[in-house]
């Protein structure tokens, strides 16, 4: 509404001026009492209109009409902030309404205009307001600092001393990199087996980003010169291909030590992983202090991963090396220990003579490091493959999955524990982790496909050993895996053939010729007496042989292999639950007592 100041009437907001006297309408109530148009401010509080004061005279003396007061509206002193009160008194001071006489036209335009800008500081304000908001947004998205990553790939370190004998640097340091950012617990690092198949190739980061799916990758370049080391690293996200940190390291060969704890510091932080006090000294742990043992393991890590028996043998030798230069070495005796255990594997040679020495070797890492998870998984792995012992076995699996989550060795043994007594579903779990962590490791691979077999998922066997042979189709095991397949399927044509693969990348020609030739003549029975004849006069207890005795339908000579190899300590005996091949033996009494025997839980 609107009101006269002079009589005070009301009227809509469509009038401007007074009908009885002319006057131009206010907006909100008139004013009352004789001072309130002298002071501007109303005596009892009302909200009003202030007026400003009549223009001067024109030279000659008469008014200037054409300049009309202007409204000026204000709220009352107590709906006004104090700041607001001193803005409105410092105005000019309003004088006297005129008492009659119509409006000129200049005055509607200047309630017009009034009008006007009470109406458009709305929508000022709130424009304002919105590009508040959206600068905000925009400062947030680009200024704020980059969000946390929670997964890596540490790519291999490019040898670039011009030496092949310095490759097991740029490796080692590669692997312990991977070893030290691999005990933070919220960050997901890959295993070495799965960025090392990119070793020598040109690979961009969006393609290992996509293919181990990650966030971040981490290359870098080692140059040695004497005692001289430089490291170049840089890390990359994996989406946008941007440098997001990049560092160059010159240091002496006798401070590679700390340079890896140094490294590993930096890279955690440029990762903004939170971490705590404990995750801290995980982090920058180093595991002894003498720079000539630490170069010692990285040989004997280097020839490890090789998995041949000559080299094998290096490992060990690099590994005691090491042990004789700092006697407390724990992450040495770990080695020592995982390359004992794999001697009777990849050698063939018995495990009575190399897993006692795995176990002695994993039982000092332990006494020396209780903190170590890799010497726990060694502990573990030896007392289910050679004593066992399934109760510590689970116990130190258990141990090392809790001190370092990311050990994809440690969930992949695990997860063949869990296997092996037919807890399938808790197994899978596990086999899943190991590959997430380990995506395109040949053994954690070929060890899931058998873990399928074990199950009878024939097909979905078959199709993961096959993508194993297609990561290397050298993998003897994943060729001996495929015949166990097609054997339970019936399909006993690809079986052999399968075999005869496996003598011919052995350099056997001759026994793959004798193996078809057999098969083709006398079916599949007379190629299990074949194998009976080859494997006996090896005068060792042999796994194929009991297989092969319990197709033939010959359980007492099958029983008694399996009793020979449990004397032994084979890790078949393992199997001894599961094996599909051994279900011509399960109604026999005596298969029972073996169970018992070995030791299973019920």
Known sequence: MKKCPQCGR???????????????????????????????????????????????????????????????????????????????????????????????????VSEMRSFAARRVKPLIGAAIAVAILVAGFFGYRYFTPTKQIESIAVMPFVNETGNQDAEYLSDGMTETLIGSLSQLPNLSVKARSSVFRYKGKETDPQTVGKELNVQAVLNGRVVQRGQDLILYVELVDAETENVLWKADYNRQMTNLVSLQTEIARDVSQKLKTKLSGADEQKLTKNYTENAEAYQLYLKGRFYWNKRNPKDLQKAIEYFQQAIAVDPNYALAYAGLADSYSLIPTYGGQSPREWMPKAKEAALTAVRLDDQLGEAHASLGFVLEAFDY????????????????????????????????????????????????????????????????????????????????????????????????????????????????????????AERARLTRETFARGGWKEYLRLTLDENRSSGQPSYARVIAYAQLGEKDKAFAEFNQLYENREFGVTLLKIEPSLDPLRDDPRFQELLRKVGFPE
Not at 467 to 484: C, M, V, W, Y
């Open 10 to 108: 009301e009227y809509d907001l469509s009038m401007s001026f007074c009908l009885d006297d002319g006057s131009e309408l206010l907006y909100g109530p008139a004013m009352s009492g004789p001072g309130a148009v002298a002071t501007g401010f109303r005596v009892d509080d009302e909200p009003q209109t202030a007026l400003l004061s009549e223009p001067p005279a024109s030279a000659g003396g008469q008014s200037v009409s054409e300049n009309p007061t202007r409204p000026f509206v204000h709220a009352t002193a107590e709906a006004e902030p104090r700041s607001r009160l001193g803005e409105v008194s410092e105005r000019p001071s309003v004088s006297a309404h005129r008492a009659a006489g119509p409006p000129t036209a200049g005055g509607r």
């Open 389 to 508: 012992d399934f109760a510590g076995a689970e116990r130190e699996l258990k141990r090392a999955l809790e001190l370092n989550p990311n050990y994809a060795t440690a969930h992949q043994w695990n997860a063949e524990r869990l296997s092996h007594q037919g807890k399938f579903d808790e197994a899978a779990a596990e086999f899943k982790r190991a590959l997430e962590l380990d995506p395109f490791s040949t053994a954690v691979n070929w060890s899931y496909g058998m873990h399928l077999y074990m199950e009878r998922r024939y097909d979905e066997a078959l199709a993961q050993i096959k993508k194993t042979t297609e990561q290397d189709p050298n993998f003897q095991r994943a060729h001996i895996g495929l015949s166990f397949i097609y054997r339970q399927k019936n399909d006993y044509v690809a079986a052999i053939e399968e075999v005869a693969k496996i003598q011919e990348s052995a350099g056997n």
